[in-house]
């Protein structure tokens, strides 16, 4: 499987963006689909998730701003950005979960997208 992150850029708070993560193959839609974000100095961190039945798990920190969802027919899932503060300043990563178990932890994750830039200026 093969992830590809976009629709990071430059917002101020207060603002929405939408990332798109594209995944290469047919078994898309067995994974479950995790987004994380690493800002600079910090360790790569959860921010949410989604699995092959559609159930959703978000970080404390996200709750009620972010919504995760995904388009098995276009093999995409998305991470919905509102009300973005500067503290979400990260490099953003989509990452697939064969085992669809322990969706918050990095090391779950099977594939990883290259990351896309998420800058929030106050």
């Known amino acids: 499987v093969q992830l590809q992150a976009s629709g990071g850029g430059l917002v101020q708070a207060g603002d929405s963006l939408r990332l798109s993560c594209e995944a290469s193959g047919r078994t898309f839609r067995t994974y479950a689909m995790g987004w994380f974000r690493q800002a600079p100095g910090k360790e790569r961190e959860f921010v949410a998730a989604?699995?092959?039945?559609?159930?959703?798990y978000y970080a404390d920190s996200v709750k009620g701003r972010f919504t995760i969802s995904r388009a098995n027919a276009k093999n995409t899932v998305y991470l919905q950005m509102n009300s973005l503060k500067p503290e979400d300043t990260a490099v953003y990563y989509c990452a697939a979960n064969g085992a669809a178990a322990r969706l918050a932890q990095p090391e779950s994750y099977d594939y990883w997208g290259q990351g896309t830039q998420v800058t929030v200026s106050s």
């Open positions: 989604i699995s092959w039945s559609d159930t959703t």
